[in-house]
């Protein structure tokens, strides 16, 4: 089972398979969380990423999926013991471009909370003015009114 949906035969081919990328099936065992008796293993993993490594593993070829967060789908790629470098030519500039636009927009966030955290005003009465304040004249991308008090600044 895959985060829910059963891929019974496609296990059972996967185990008994031997790729360069993985080594022995046996290493099915570690991944997940089973029941030998029973012969079940459940993979807490997105099952679009499995179908794409077990395809991997069938016919050497592997390819982006476009509705997995690209992300997750290099964790997954982690997981199953499979290097991004094996991806198709057809999808390896989409996934880098991708991946480096969630890096900037993780680096742009996170420069955002250290400002917002430098930036204290205290609690008091006038708090909120003074934050008010200060966007107004050292930040003109917050409101018009502080574009167009910018605007002035450079006028005088």
Not at 78 to 93: N, R
Request: glycine share 6%; charged share 30%.
């Amino acid at each position: 089972m895959i985060h829910g949906q059963w891929h019974w035969d496609r296990v059972v081919k996967f185990a008994r398979w031997q790729h360069p990328a993985v080594g022995h099936g046996a290493r099915l065992t570690a991944l997940a969380c089973c029941s030998l008796d029973a012969m079940e293993f459940y993979f807490d993993r997105h099952p679009r990423a499995f179908a794409s490594v077990l395809n991997f593993y069938r016919t050497g070829q592997l390819h982006l999926i476009e509705e997995m967060c690209v992300l997750s789908f290099a964790d997954d790629l982690e997981y199953w013991g499979v290097d991004e470098l094996y991806l198709e030519s057809c999808c390896q500039h989409r996934y880098h471009q991708r991946k480096e636009n969630v890096f900037e927009e993780m680096r742009k966030e996170a420069e955002s909370l250290q400002v917002r955290a430098a930036e204290d005003f205290g609690t008091g009465r006038f708090s909120e003015l003074r934050r008010k304040v200060w966007d107004l004249l050292e930040k003109p991308q917050t409101s018009k009114a502080a574009r167009v008090s910018g605007d002035l600044c450079w006028l005088a």
